[in-house]
């Protein structure tokens, strides 16, 4: 009896210590003390509800957007939830809510500060966008914030495990296409290209120099052949092929720029990463992967889907909406549907293929 008492304590006191150290290690929400927080910027392919709360006509926070995961409208443009919601996901990380959201009290674990319509000049859409530049701004507030409840030292180490992820550029090109051509101005198409590129490693620089050290940016989706380009911008269903030219430049300038950065700034890591290949093998062959259509969109109007008003909010209150939206690479116009998003995540998240130098979970364990 004494020898089964002893064994009872003993293992009382292995679980205790077991509790012990698990209690230390993660916290009181279950999260590990040291995470890695997830900064997002760019436009509507990352917007998790910014434009709800100022007046602008670029919003998704209306039904059927939203409808297939969070079953109501958040303001994400897509049925239901993004890349940065996964790599948040598999970074063991909450949601992460945007900035502007009233009651966002705990930033420590990272920020949506994404605008749908935004670009990384100032002059697109200038009035009813957050600008790239403002979204840098935004975290600098934000870093403000967190010096003051952490300390300085926490805080500088928070930031510097932390990964910026950056989806931006398609609104500059295609504002100068859908909107106002004269910005392109007396620009050649190199030196366009080399202006919004500036303007985006600009904002990289300026997140170093508050103590970022870890980057992922997607280059440009085949603009040209989205359901938008075919039925919007061409009105043909054939390839908006004019854009092309700047789509090229920019993915090819875009990896030579963090090439550079790397080499420019101590300590900087960065995740180049080719959404472009991706999404034009799922729009060419569909079923490969596991798709139906591969070029209308599940939600919108006229050719291909391309006209951009799903839901009715915009342009006309009549629109067609797909049964099953599972089997569609597009959701709507520009956007695509959440199976695609995942299937990306994944990818970029421990893949290589799409991902160099470093894939997202290498950026992650710093």
């Given at each position: 009896?004494?020898?089964?008492?002893?064994?009872?304590?003993?293992?009382?006191?292995?679980?205790?210590?077991?509790?012990?150290?698990?209690?230390?290690?993660?916290?009181?929400?279950?999260?590990?003390?040291?995470?890695?927080?997830?900064?997002?910027?760019?436009?509507?392919?990352?917007?998790?509800?910014?434009?709800?709360?100022?007046?602008?006509?670029?919003?998704?926070n209306y039904k059927p957007y939203g409808e297939t995961y969070f079953k109501y409208p958040t303001g994400r443009f897509s049925d239901g939830r993004q890349v940065p919601d996964f790599i948040a996901q598999y970074a063991k990380l909450p949601l992460i809510p945007p900035y502007l959201q009233p009651d966002l009290h705990d930033l420590s674990y990272?920020?949506?500060?994404?605008?749908?319509?935004?670009?990384?000049?100032?002059?697109?859409?200038?009035?009813?966008?957050?600008?790239?530049?403002?979204?840098?701004?935004?975290?600098?507030?934000?870093?403000?914030?967190?010096?003051?409840?952490?300390?300085?030292?926490?805080?500088?180490?928070?930031?510097?495990?932390?990964?910026?992820?950056?989806?931006?550029?398609?609104?500059?090109?295609?504002?100068?296409?859908?909107?106002?051509?004269?910005?392109?101005?007396?620009?050649?198409?190199?030196?366009?290209?080399?202006?919004?590129?500036?303007?985006?490693?600009?904002?990289?620089?300026?997140?170093?120099?508050?103590?970022?050290?870890?980057?992922?940016?997607?280059?440009?989706?085949?603009?040209?052949?989205?359901?938008?380009?075919?039925?919007?911008?061409?009105?043909?269903?054939?390839?908006?092929?004019?854009?092309?030219?700047?789509?090229?430049?920019?993915?090819?300038?875009?990896?030579?720029?963090?090439?550079?950065?790397?080499?420019?700034?101590?300590?900087?890591?960065?995740?180049?990463?080719?959404?472009?290949?991706?999404?034009?093998?799922?729009?060419?062959?569909?079923?490969?992967?596991?798709?139906?259509?591969?070029?209308?969109?599940?939600?919108?109007?006229?050719?291909?889907?391309?006209?951009?008003?799903?839901?009715?909010?915009?342009?006309?209150?009549?629109?067609?909406?797909?049964?099953?939206?599972?089997?569609?690479?597009?959701?709507?116009?520009?956007?695509?549907?959440?199976?695609?998003?995942?299937?990306?995540?994944?990818?970029?998240?421990?893949?290589?293929?799409?991902?160099?130098?470093?894939?997202?979970?290498?950026?992650?364990?710093?």
């Amino acid at each position: 009896m004494a020898n089964i008492r002893y064994i009872q304590i003993l293992v009382f006191a292995l679980c205790s210590s077991l509790l012990i150290i698990t209690t230390q290690s993660h916290g009181h929400s279950g999260l590990p003390k040291r995470h890695a927080p997830l900064f997002i910027l760019g436009d509507s392919v990352f917007e998790a509800g910014n434009n709800n709360y100022f007046n602008t006509t670029a919003r998704a926070n209306y039904k059927p957007y939203g409808e297939t995961y969070f079953k109501y409208p958040t303001g994400r443009f897509s049925d239901g939830r993004q890349v940065p919601d996964f790599i948040a996901q598999y970074a063991k990380l909450p949601l992460i809510p945007p900035y502007l959201q009233p009651d966002l009290h705990d930033l420590s674990y990272g920020v949506n500060f994404a605008s749908a319509g935004s670009g990384a000049l100032d002059g697109t859409r200038q009035g009813s966008v957050i600008s790239l530049k403002t979204q840098l701004s935004n975290f600098k507030i934000v870093r403000k914030s967190l010096r003051k409840k952490l300390g300085d030292e926490k805080a500088k180490s928070l930031l510097s495990r932390a990964v910026y992820f950056f989806n931006t550029g398609s609104n500059d090109y295609l504002f100068a296409f859908d909107t106002d051509p004269t910005v392109l101005g007396s620009y050649s198409q190199q030196e366009y290209v080399d202006l919004v590129i500036g303007n985006m490693t600009a904002v990289v620089e300026g997140i170093y120099k508050r103590g970022g050290r870890n980057f992922a940016l997607l280059d440009l989706w085949p603009m040209a052949c989205l359901p938008y380009g075919r039925g919007t911008l061409q009105k043909k269903g054939a390839c908006f092929d004019t854009i092309t030219p700047y789509v090229t430049l920019h993915n090819k300038g875009l990896a030579n720029a963090l090439q550079k950065l790397e080499k420019k700034l101590e300590g900087f890591r960065y995740s180049f990463i080719s959404s472009n290949e991706f999404l034009t093998k799922r729009m060419n062959n569909p079923s490969k992967y596991g798709f139906v259509e591969g070029k209308v969109a599940c939600c919108g109007s006229g050719p291909y889907g391309g006209i951009f008003n799903c839901g009715g909010m915009k342009i006309s209150k009549k629109y067609n909406l797909c049964k099953n939206v599972s089997e569609y690479v597009f959701f709507d116009s520009s956007h695509p549907t959440e199976r695609v998003y995942e299937q990306f995540a994944k990818k970029i998240w421990s893949g290589n293929s799409i991902t160099a130098p470093y894939n997202l979970k290498a950026l992650f364990e710093n």
